[in-house]
């Protein structure tokens, strides 16, 4: 396999690792509406401020979401919205397992 195919398929690993946990996948929807500061997406996620700003810098990290201050706050958007028509295959997916 050659270097340029390998780098590849890493990037694409890091993405799919970021996405690999259920409050990420929650950060990821609701930013698909609107941008939200850390603040909104903790009351939304359920978690505190650390825990959150740790999803956000994996997600950031792996080009999926993106950073801007407005003010004393850092708002959040999605970077990647081609990952929303991924979980809806995921979705088709999901619910053919649920009917077996």
Same mark, same amino acid.
């Given at each position: 396999? @050659?270097? +340029?195919?390998?780098?590849? /398929?890493?990037?694409? %690993?890091? !993405?799919?690792? *970021?996405? *690999?946990?259920? &409050?990420?996948?929650?950060?990821? #929807?609701?930013? *698909?509406? %609107? +941008?939200?500061?850390?603040? #909104?997406?903790?009351?939304?996620?359920?978690?505190? !401020? +650390?825990?959150? +700003?740790?999803? /956000?810098?994996?997600?950031?990290? %792996?080009?999926?979401?993106?950073?801007?201050?407005?003010? *004393?706050?850092? =708002? =959040?958007?999605?970077?990647?919205?081609?990952?929303? @028509?991924?979980?809806?295959?995921?979705?088709?997916?999901?619910?053919?397992? &649920?009917?077996?």
């Amino acid at each position: 396999m @050659n270097t +340029s195919l390998r780098n590849r /398929l890493n990037l694409r %690993a890091q !993405v799919f690792k *970021a996405l *690999a946990h259920p &409050s990420r996948l929650i950060i990821v #929807d609701v930013l *698909a509406e %609107a +941008s939200r500061c850390v603040g #909104d997406l903790t009351d939304l996620v359920g978690a505190d !401020v +650390s825990t959150v +700003s740790r999803h /956000l810098s994996v997600l950031k990290n %792996a080009g999926i979401v993106q950073d801007e201050k407005r003010g *004393a706050q850092v =708002y =959040y958007s999605l970077t990647m919205p081609c990952v929303l @028509n991924f979980f809806g295959c995921i979705d088709g997916v999901v619910e053919e397992k &649920s009917e077996i």
